[in-house]
């Protein structure tokens, strides 16, 4: 069992580590045979874990390894370890299985590209990443992973970093998520308090007993509910949530296939897979998981309405990511955790295969992204048009692809789901008719981008048209894989009401494979469903049947009429309701603004004038003061010379103050010593006047005298020391009172 988890992250972590450090001494052939082999290899491994090891075990809490211990500080304790279970051995078989195909199309996509084997490590710590960010057993050996696919993103995204807008894109995606991250910290640091503990099985097995984590916390609400807040935070950051969705958009500056890989089976599915984790804690509290739901619905919604009117072709398919990512958030929000992951699951296989066929249309049009000079490749581009065919329809949730499987089963959880009690019941059938109407958008958006690119003429300049021409074998065998599992991945997760049509009864198959990891699926009546599968098709057919009505064959006049009707709510839209611009004014702007005004404060100011300048003026000073008295005089410079020695003399022979003076009066009677522990303290002579008359009552080489007062007052004895070598002397002074 060792090598088995400790592998399927190793490999593609050591693979990215090689081509780092010596990628660039290998030919192109070699970098990818490497690059491959390696997620290829933890493909293999997850699969011989996922089919041979984790059934016997699955009931148990899966396949777990300790690699060692981590740190620990006290009675706290942090392994390495590593788990799979139900829900982790399934984001195994997609990562890998997704990011091997990804890679391979990279081969054909990436030819021509002069940083080739940066390209391809970054690629491998990318899978590597999210595969120990999947399997880690603790927070924070999921969080290392968490923060390690935040790295390869900024690298990825930021690929071609001579173009300015790509590496700010990298840049915009790094603190966008860091919003997030702290987030996820807090939550953690939250759940340690509460139970101790943070190894994930403990937190859940403390979830399940309900009593630490049920405690009130904070404004009347429990750990559990500010816990699943702080963890969504770091969710919507990752996934892309209002409001902190503004960074995926802009993640398209990457070559395709990062896209792909972003989009379809790494990063942003991180925040679903977290919130599915911890879905014992998100039990605990309703109110937490309205909020990861109404949040979801609402992104779904947001991002389907950005998406009618956006022309670049990897960026509608990138709010179409942001919008299937608000319906995951809406499942597990709604406490269909299996019905978001299987959504999770299907949408890994048509979001893959519609962002490497975006790839290929590119491809064919020598670079071009904008959609409104496509058109007519369906005849030119065969095998990218058929695999798009498939995997558009599947994300409209036709009937028969995948999508309508998973995307029913979240709407169908909305409906029915009970998890919020009577306070909240209004949750669920709000949530399931944004989604509905989101649903419809989708459709539109989708039909929109598929007529306009691949139907009608083509309205590309001569010169591009001329070199239209379909991707080679290398880019096209990935786009067939991930058409088949657009179109039969979804028979894994057959609702219930459909079963019984075949004479099958109970949950779907993948719904009872995650119940160990997950809890048991989400109880929907028949009749609701049936009724959803039934709205949901509808919707799906009326929203493809606008897409043709407004660009069937290219702009047509329904399509014209309306932008002149409405142009500005139409440049609204195109600007993606102007949130970048919104956040750019509150935000990023006074942020600059106040970092300008620290800089000229604190640097400019406080450092340079102040903390250094104020040495150097010193120093100034002084050198014009010494420059008086460095005038070429030997007679003035011995003079100095003797001056100074002699200063140094008398302060270095004073007598040092005594270590102590100790008095002690009784009655009349004062007796005061002199702890003096200097060696030389034979050579000093002491002389005490204990009347304040100035002239010495007591004097010898013994540092103590007594006297008696003639009456109760309060006398100052002052002590002359001197040294009879050096012939210095020092007075020291002690109040004494005497009492009647």
């Not at 580590?17 to 491994?45: D, E, K, N, P």
């Not at 997850?46 to 620990?72: C, K, M, N, Q, R």
């Not at 369906?378 to 994300?395: A, H, N, Y």
């Not at 109760?712 to 020391?721: H, L, Q, S």
Request: with cysteine.
């Amino acid at each position: 069992m060792f090598s088995r988890l400790l592998l399927i992250p190793l490999l593609p972590l050591l693979g990215a580590a090689y081509l780092m450090l010596a990628g660039q001494r290998h030919t192109r052939s070699v970098v990818q045979t490497i690059a491959i082999l390696a997620v290829f290899a933890s493909c293999v491994i997850s699969l011989d874990a996922f089919f041979v090891g984790l059934p016997a075990v699955v009931h148990e809490g899966g396949i777990s390894e300790l690699v060692y211990t981590w740190f620990a500080a006290g009675s706290v304790e942090v392994d390495l370890a590593l788990r799979m279970d139900s829900l982790s051995g399934l984001m195994c078989l997609v990562v890998t299985s997704i990011g091997t195909l990804i890679h391979f199309y990279s081969i054909g996509y990436m030819a021509h590209d002069e940083d080739y084997a940066r390209f391809f490590a970054y690629m491998n710590l990318f899978c590597g990443a999210m595969l120990l960010l999947v399997l880690g057993d603790t927070l924070p050996v999921l969080f290392i992973g968490w923060e390690g696919v935040g790295l390869s993103s900024y690298l990825l995204i930021g690929f071609w970093y001579k173009e300015h807008a790509n590496a700010s894109a990298g840049r915009k995606a790094f603190i966008t998520n860091r919003i997030g991250d702290f987030g996820f910290l807090i939550g953690m640091f939250l759940l340690f308090r509460a139970t101790g503990s943070l190894d994930i099985p403990v937190i859940l097995g403390a979830a399940q007993d309900g009593s630490a984590l049920s405690a009130p916390l904070w404004l009347g609400q429990s750990v559990a509910f500010w816990a699943g807040v702080f963890l969504f935070l770091g969710a919507a950051g990752k996934s892309a949530q209002i409001p902190l969705y503004v960074w995926l958009p802009d993640a398209m500056a990457g070559p395709t296939p990062v896209s792909a890989l972003i989009h379809a089976a790494t990063m942003v599915t991180a925040g679903v897979y977290l919130v599915a984790r911890m879905s014992a804690v998100y039990l605990l509290a309703p109110a937490a998981l309205a909020i990861v739901a109404l949040v979801g619905a609402l992104t779904a919604l947001f991002a389907a309405l950005i998406g009618f009117a956006q022309n670049d072709f990897k960026r509608v398919l990138a709010y179409s990511t942001v919008s299937q990512l608000g319906f995951m958030f809406a499942g597990v929000g709604t406490a269909n955790f299996a019905g978001g992951i299987f959504h999770l699951f299907t949408h890994a296989f048509f979001k893959a295969g519609l962002f490497l066929c975006a790839g290929s249309v590119m491809h064919a049009m020598s670079g071009l992204g904008d959609i409104t000079k496509m058109g007519g490749l369906g005849k030119r581009l065969p095998w990218t048009t058929r695999v798009f065919q498939i995997c558009w329809l599947s994300i409209c949730g036709v009937p028969i692809f995948s999508g309508f499987f998973s995307k029913d089963a979240l709407l169908g959880g909305a409906f029915g789901t009970e998890a919020y009690g009577h306070g909240l019941a209004w949750v669920g059938p709000l949530v399931g008719v944004i989604l509905l109407v989101a649903a419809l958008g989708t459709a539109f958006y989708m039909s929109r981008l598929y007529f306009l690119v691949f139907s009608g003429p083509c309205r590309a300049d001569e010169q591009t048209q001329h070199h239209i021409h379909e991707s080679p074998v290398s880019m096209v065998f990935p786009l067939v894989v991930l058409a088949a599992g657009a179109l039969f991945a979804g028979f894994a997760g057959v609702p219930p009401a459909l079963r019984e049509l075949f004479g099958k009864h109970g949950e779907s198959t993948l719904a009872v494979w995650l119940e160990p990891a997950v809890g048991a699926p989400l109880a929907v009546a028949h009749r609701t469903e049936w009724i959803v599968m039934g709205i949901s098709t509808a919707l799906a057919l009326v929203g493809i049947g606008f897409g043709y009505f407004f660009y069937g064959g290219g702009y047509r006049a329904p399509a014209h009429a309306f932008a002149r009707k409405l142009p500005r709510l139409v440049a609204l839209v195109r600007d993606k309701f102007r949130v970048d611009e919104i956040y750019d004014a509150i935000l990023v702007r006074p942020l600059q603004a106040l970092c300008r005004i620290t800089f000229l404060v604190v640097d400019r100011v406080l450092v340079d004038k102040i903390l250094v300048g104020i040495w150097a003026f010193v120093a100034d000073v002084g050198g014009r003061a010494c420059r008086f008295i460095q005038a070429g005089d030997v007679q003035r410079y011995l003079a100095v010379f003797a001056i100074g020695l002699a200063a140094l003399v008398w302060v270095a022979a004073r007598p040092a103050a005594p270590k102590e003076i100790q008095v002690v009066v009784t009655g009349r009677h004062a007796k005061v010593t002199l702890v003096d522990d200097e060696a030389r303290s034979g050579n000093l002579q002491y002389r005490f006047d204990f009347d304040g008359d100035g002239v010495p009552d007591r004097e010898g080489k013994t540092a103590s005298a007594s006297w008696i007062y003639g009456g109760p007052a309060r006398y100052t004895v002052a002590i002359t020391i001197e040294d009879a070598r050096w012939h210095t002397r020092r007075v020291v002074e002690r109040d004494v009172e005497v009492r009647p």
